[in-house]
């Protein structure tokens, strides 16, 4: 926990040894208790965006844009979608 105490929270992974969690990266998210390292982050999924340190769930694109894979902002000017696609 941010603690020191009890399993390592989602949105961190807590290297072994260590008492304090450290944050997954924006752009990524860690959706799991104990993750041990920062492979355990993971990139944001393509339709939505990740846009803090220690993202647990990733939140959906808005409607009109498109968020590739480690998006870390809500509608990107440079992937508006083109009238009539979604």
């Known amino acids: 926990t941010l603690e020191g105490h009890g399993p390592c929270p989602v949105g961190f992974y807590c290297v072994e040894g260590t008492a304090y969690p450290v944050p997954c990266a924006e752009g990524t998210f860690a959706p799991d208790e104990r993750s041990a390292n920062a492979t355990y982050c993971r990139q944001c999924t393509a339709g939505y965006y990740c846009p803090t340190q220690n993202t647990s769930v990733p939140t959906p694109c ?25």
Not at 75 to 82: A, R, S
């Open 62 to 86: 808005s409607p009109g844009y498109f968020c590739p894979v480690g998006m870390t902002q809500d509608m990107p000017e440079e992937h508006v979608c083109p009238i009539g696609h979604e």
